[in-house]
């Protein structure tokens, strides 16, 4: 995994402001990804 060797790993996770399954399966994402950069980015 690119994180793994020194890279910087970034995901920016895009959710609809009214998507409440997407938002909260990119915040168990996140929750098991420790090791990048992960956002949560919601959209209109």
């Known amino acids: 995994m690119?994180?793994?060797t020194g890279k910087r790993v970034v995901i920016n996770w895009f959710?609809?402001?009214d998507d409440e399954d997407i938002?909260?399966?990119g915040n168990d994402?996140?929750?098991l990804i420790s090791k990048v950069e992960f956002n949560l980015i919601e959209t209109v």
Do not use: L, N, Q, S
Request: hydrophobic fraction near 50%; aromatic fraction near 34%.
């Open 2 to 4: 690119a994180a793994d």
């Open 15 to 17: 959710y609809e402001e």
């Open 23 to 25: 938002f909260f399966a």
């Open 29 to 31: 994402y996140k929750a």
